[in-house]
């Protein structure tokens, strides 16, 4: 049977959960999460297959988040409620008591990017972007778009920052590609530059890698102090990098140790 790509994550984040006892939590977290947008993604799929027909939208990212979506909300704070962490699941009761208007806000505000709250890590930021991956997932897979432009520093179809690199094989060494922390596309990206300032200049782009953790890789940049990590798939076939991303937390404290911001917090808010 093959598997879907929130089922390879899933099954990549039990996996780790068992191995690395730094990041257990936090990926039994990230599997109760992808199940639900595993599940979300899968309906938003059958419901834009029914639609066929409809003249696709050239722009479905500006499109106003359908109000419909509040009653899949309610499922989602129940999911954190039983699984997330503490205060995780005190801001979900919350934002349960709140009722739909006020979630439809939160998501629209997320969803429109105007929401200042997103801008840093927190329950702001968590609830509409976990919640709504797999709507803009959805959105950008049934609108078959397509990026053949330049190369972005922003994702070509959310215009949200990237949330990690990745490094895939090819011929001897790797193309690095960077993946997006909204809707999760993936584009190509050249591997010396920094994804946040452009800096080209090799001896200011600094790369670490730790002894545990061979296959992710931290890439800073010394000219705007930024870092993201990018999952080595040349030293590593198994790993699914938006878990391993996640998983390989010793290396985000390390790199704000040594003064380093990182481009784009995970979805754990990381
Ligand atoms: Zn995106
Ligand atoms: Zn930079």
Redesign the pocket.
């Known amino acids: 049977m093959v598997q879907s790509e929130w089922q390879r994550r899933i099954a990549r984040a039990e996996e780790l959960s068992a191995q690395y006892s730094f990041a257990a939590e936090i990926l039994r977290f990230y599997v109760a999460i992808a199940r639900f947008q595993e599940e979300f993604y899968a309906e938003l799929e059958t419901s834009s297959a029914e639609a066929n027909g409809v003249a696709p939208d050239s722009e479905p990212f500006a499109r106003a988040l359908p109000p419909e979506l509040t009653v899949r909300f309610g499922t989602f704070l129940s999911v954190v409620e039983q699984n997330g962490p503490r205060p995780l699941q005190e801001a979900a009761r919350e934002l349960r008591g709140a009722g739909r208007n006020s979630h439809l806000q939160l998501l629209t505000a997320f969803w429109n990017g105007s929401d200042p709250g997103a801008l840093q890590p927190g329950p702001g930021d968590f609830f509409p972007r976990a919640f709504l991956q797999p709507y803009a997932a959805s959105t950008r897979t049934s609108a078959n778009m397509l990026w053949n432009g330049p190369t972005p520093y922003l994702c070509p179809f959310c215009k949200r920052k990237p949330g990690l690199g990745v490094l895939r094989p090819v011929g001897e060494g790797g193309q690095r590609s960077l993946v997006c922390s909204f809707c999760l596309a993936e584009w190509e990206f050249r591997r010396i530059v920094?994804?946040?300032?452009?800096?080209e200049n090799h001896a200011?782009?600094p790369v670490c890698t730790a002894e545990e953790l061979k296959h992710v890789r931290v890439e800073?940049?010394?000219?705007?102090?930024?870092y993201i990590k990018t999952v080595d798939l040349t030293k590593s076939g198994r790993a699914e990098p938006i878990v391993d991303e996640m998983a390989s937390i010793p290396l985000d404290l390390w790199a704000q140790k040594q003064g380093y911001t990182k481009?784009q917090f995970n979805l754990m808010q990381f």
């Open positions: 920094c994804p946040g300032c452009g800096e200011k782009l800073a940049c010394d000219s705007c102090r930024t481009l």
